[in-house]
């Protein structure tokens, strides 16, 4: 387990400056990865507790995580995007990764939670080398269906009424043999007391994937 940092960060879309948290580890070149956190309309933040979870562990294991409020979220500016604003943020969280002096490149990834792991599934292109999707929602009509290409996570709670794991098995088989779906005992969407097991399933994949 390596020390840790974190510091506040700013960056922009569309114009717009948005605010963000990069956690990282003490030893750099390192990998990282955007994480993209629940639905602004139903109080989903950057402080939400399973992206704060995610973010440490991944520092913890060598990875940095960069989480950050989309447009009209905190101190963002801008308001609410319909869902493709939210996907133009995540690709802009990617692009100030890609930038960073520190980052190891070509082993960036993006992590998404419920409303989340959708934005993070249209924002993933040819810069993400994985992809991990937590208890990932139907997609709103708004959004296209994704296009992925890279190493694939669907993660969903046993109990998650919201995400069942059936239909993300579904849709994981859409996506092809790159995809994998696990899922947690005892889990619902909200992943109340198993955060800790959740990050380091996604630590343990973004591991595989960008560490090797």
């Given amino acids: 387990m390596q020390e840790t940092s974190s510091r506040p960060i700013t960056f922009a ?19 990282a990865a955007a994480v993209c956190h629940p639905h ?25 995580g960069l989480r950050f409020n989309y447009r009209g979220v905190g ?7 319909d869902g493709l604003g939210e996907r133009t943020d995540a690709a802009a969280a990617l692009t100030h990764l890609h930038q960073l002096a520190e980052l190891e490149q070509d082993r960036v990834g993006i992590v998404g939670y419920s409303f989340g792991a959708t934005v993070a599934l249209t924002a993933a292109d040819e810069r993400v080398a994985a992809v991990a999707a937590i208890s990932t929602p139907s997609f709103g009509q708004s959004l296209p269906d994704p296009a992925i290409r890279c ?58 994937c960008l560490v090797g």
């Avoid at 309309?41 to 402080?47: P, S, T, W, Y």
Wanted: aromatic content about 8%.
């Fill in 75 to 81: 101190r963002s500016e801008g308001k609410y995007g």
């Fill in 13 to 31: 879309s569309e114009g717009l400056t948005l605010e963000g948290v990069l956690h990282q580890p003490s030893s750099a070149p390192f990998p």
């Fill in 151 to 208: 190493p694939t996570l669907f993660i969903s709670g046993e109990q998650d009424e919201i995400a069942p794991a059936a239909s993300l098995a579904t849709l994981a088989r859409t996506i092809g043999p790159q995809c994998q779906l696990a899922v947690v005992p005892g889990a619902d969407h909200f992943w109340w007391g198993h955060e800790e097991e959740l990050a380091e399933l996604v630590t343990q994949f973004f591991r595989q």
């Fill in 40 to 64: 602004p309309l139903f109080g989903g933040d950057m402080n939400n507790s399973v992206v704060v979870t995610v973010c440490q562990t991944l520092a913890e294991a060598g990875i940095a």
